[in-house]
């Protein structure tokens, strides 16, 4: 585990820096990257700092990304990723230095330095923090994305938020005043198509006994409202306040790589342990996971019902 002076003292040495994070680009992994390599290139003009990964026509809201540079080599920093199979990166050995900024639960070591905040809201809090504290330049551009990082991650103040998540953001918003219902629009604006496939997903998810709730979004249904095979996972979130519902699933069949995608989500029980064996995993009451049949499907969603009646079981006896 290394500290901020140590992040800094490796930014300073390299003149070429690379920053990624991971596949499946979400607003807060952009956010990190893209405010980071802003503030560093503020502060040193003359450094070369690409953002790189494969990024999304739906975050077109946030500065573009770089190409990757032809000749790979200097410092690596990954944002927002604990585990090495999911850096969005061809080849990470090229570099002479690599750095992780994380505020997942830690997965592995797989850079030379790491710095893991599992507390901290977002990668986008964490970059803020860095930033702050370290004395790199900040203007009202990278103030607005890294606001949009941390609302996002924490779905507007709602998960993993803190005191120092608020006394930050807080801090942000004095320092440089935004339109954040503009900021919040880029964020959470839908088209009519998500709104019906979320109506669809309501009305026909299975509730057992125990709180376990399950859709499967099948490759027919997601032709027929016109969405893509990622649109259900990005809907996960929406079913957090139901009483009957303790943890809920959504599948999503993902036809063109052969998989069955799932997206979990838990009020009490912890999911990720059971997700890590079935190729995901994530935080304690977030979690992924991707199985190739239908007989892993059942066997993933009989452990997760298993969790739900022992978590029951200990809830009542106590
Ligand atoms: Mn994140």
Redesign the pocket.
Known sequence: MCNYSDILQEIKKYDKIVIARHIGV?P??YASQIALREAIKLTFPNKRVYAVGNSSSKFNYFPKLDKMPEELGGLLVVV?TPDKKRVDLPDMSKFTKTIKID?HPWIEKFCDMEYIDDKAS??SEIILDFINNVGLSMNGEIAEILFMGIVS?TNRFLFSTTSRTFLLVSRLLKNYPMDISKLYENIFLRPLREIRLQGYIEQNMVVSQNGLAHIMITNDIINELGVDSGSAGNLVNNLNSISEVLVWVMISEDVKNGLYKFNIRSRGPIINTIAEKYNGGGHKYAAGARVANMEDVEKLLGELENVCLEYNKMNIEV
């Open positions: 979400d807060d992994a927002d505020h977002s990668a991650d």
